[in-house]
């Protein structure tokens, strides 16, 4: 099976900028989260998406939001970018069984690196 | 809220020798599961093994094993026969059940020196 993907790899936006990340979790998966990685904070949960659902959300302000389709594939968006913005995200997937229970392991993507200048 | 505190920022340690590192953990919830997760200097964050709650067996998974000790809430990991390619990032992350959030330590850097 292939693993997370995340696309793209690297980003370098300026402040007030937008940007959109994508994340193809595992084929079978249905459980996306999200999390942001920065040498002063260390890994933080965002938030998690299940059934196109946001399911748990996170301490973060609401410039960062996301959405997941219906293949499970999940986009997650920052506007107004600030300077802090800068991080590693990463994205990782879980299979979630039927009643939406969580007893799967998370797996990650290689993230994405976002410089904000 | 669970919090997760690794204690030691930075470990070195000889190929083949052992190291330990410690992780403990604050909850009040009884079911839960417990990882250890490595970030190696690609950045990938790969899983190095897992742990349920309810199971009072230690989790092993090759060179790694885990001291799971629910009531001292502890959830240190063994590495035996240590390779240089075990030099990485160490995330120790507690999920409870029915969660699907991962909150994660601090980290431990391990460098395994040749």
């Known amino acids: 099976k292939a693993g997370v993907t995340q696309t793209p790899r690297y980003l370098i936006k300026t402040r007030g900028q937008q940007v959109t990340l994508s994340c193809s979790p595992i084929?079978?998966?249905?459980?996306v989260s999200w999390y942001q990685q920065t040498p002063g904070q260390g890994l933080q949960f965002l938030f998690e998406y299940f059934s196109e659902t946001q399911r748990n959300k996170g301490n973060f302000p609401g410039r960062f939001s996301g959405r997941q389709f219906s293949n499970s594939r999940s986009e997650m968006n920052v506007s107004t970018l600030e300077l802090g913005d800068s991080a590693l995200y990463l994205c990782?997937?879980?299979?979630?069984?039927?009643?939406?229970?969580?007893?799967?392991?998370?797996?990650f993507g290689p993230g994405t690196r976002l410089t904000v200048l | 809220a669970q919090t997760v505190t690794q204690s030691q920022p930075e470990m070195s340690v000889q190929e083949a020798e052992t190291v330990t590192l410690s992780c403990t953990y604050d909850?009040?919830?009884?079911?839960?599961?417990l990882f250890w997760y490595k970030q190696p200097p690609s950045r990938q964050m790969i899983l190095v093994i897992r742990?349920?709650?309810?199971?009072?067996q230690n989790a092993t998974e090759n060179r790694f094993s885990v001291n799971f000790q629910k009531a001292a809430k502890s959830f240190s990991l063994k590495i035996s026969d240590s390779q240089l390619g075990d030099t990485a990032m160490y995330f120790c992350?507690?999920?409870?059940?029915?969660?699907?959030?991962?909150?994660f330590g601090g980290g431990t850097r391990v460098l395994v020196k040749p």
């Open positions: 084929s079978g998966h249905r459980s």
């Open positions: 990782a997937s879980s299979f979630r069984g039927l009643a939406g229970v969580s007893t799967d392991t998370q797996y």
């Open positions: 992350a507690f999920m409870k059940a029915a969660g699907n959030k991962l909150t």
């Open positions: 909850t009040s919830e009884n079911n839960y599961y």
């Open positions: 742990q349920e709650a309810y199971k009072q």
